[in-house]
């Protein structure tokens, strides 16, 4: 990224344990982590390591056992639950492996729920549901439920939900984990492409290190930390 680099997000020193009994957990151990505006950043580390958690925690669906997590100068571990919500429709998007969608809402409808949630009006957000589900290639597939959608048809939807409400940053744990290598291609392609339009940075949490050396930057979760695996002076962004 040429441009001058404007901070969205930053994990401050966050630590997660579990206590189960007499067994104590240590999952993340100080993690320090700054995302920038529109970048497009991910997380690569073995089974286990702590990914997950750590993007749970950057989007409020998990709390970290200390340490803070600010989103455009907001301390969201300091902020009301009804304040967290918002956010998390606001200014966040998330894609999962299994994309959640509403099993008995048509694509449409999947897409267009941020919008209705954020209380824009109804027509509206239909218009715009529809333009995003063109936009990644499902025109014709607007009124199918996703029982009648293929596993890359129904990611395609989730992608076109995060995006409805124009999120500062869209985080994603393993988006092409359950598709092919053709499929997933194709959707790690539309997702980087919408996200670069949109001027939405993207954090990803993948084992598939070909698609992560397509990012800007690329981090390995290790012993409950981050760790700078590649080229991150290309776009002068180490942490
Ligand atoms: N409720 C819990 N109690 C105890 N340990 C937990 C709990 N939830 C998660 N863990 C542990 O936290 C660790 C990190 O889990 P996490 O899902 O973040 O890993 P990950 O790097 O995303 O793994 P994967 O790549 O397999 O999805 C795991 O070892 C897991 O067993």
């Known amino acids: 990224m040429s441009q001058t680099q404007q901070v969205l997000l930053q994990v401050q020193h966050v630590s997660k344990h579990y206590h189960d ?18 970048e497009q950043l991910a997380i690569v580390g073995s089974s286990g390591s702590g990914k997950s958690t750590l993007l749970h925690i950057m989007g409020t669906l998990d709390t970290p056992t200390s340490g803070n997590v600010m989103l455009d100068g907001e301390d969201l571990y300091q902020l009301s639950s009804a304040r967290q919500a918002i956010i998390r429709n606001q200014d966040l998007g998330f894609i999962y492996q299994f994309h959640h969608l509403l099993p008995e809402f048509s694509a449409l409808e999947n897409v267009a729920m941020p919008a209705f ?9 239909l218009v715009d549901a529809q ?3 063109e936009r990644v290639g499902l025109g014709h597939r607007l009124h199918h439920i996703p029982a009648q959608l293929s596993g890359g048809e129904r990611q395609r ?21 359950n598709l092919d290598a053709s ?7 539309m997702i980087r492409e919408l996200a670069q339009q949109f001027g939405t ?3 990803v949490v993948t084992h598939d290190h070909s698609l992560a050396a397509k990012m800007d930057r690329q981090l390995t979760m290790k012993d409950g930390v981050l760790q700078v695996t590649a080229n991150p002076t290309a776009v002068g962004l180490a942490e």
């Open 183 to 189: 499929s997933g291609n194709n959707v790690y392609a």
């Open 157 to 177: 939807v989730a992608i076109a939900r995060a995006l409805i409400n124009k999120p500062k940053l869209v985080l994603a744990d393993e988006p092409t984990g």
């Open 117 to 125: 949630i954020q209380g824009r009006d109804k027509k509206q957000a």
């Open 201 to 203: 940075a993207f954090v």
């Open 21 to 38: 009994g007499e067994v104590t957990t240590q999952v993340l151990s100080g993690v320090d982590l700054t995302v920038y505006k529109g």
């Open 131 to 133: 333009n995003l589900l």
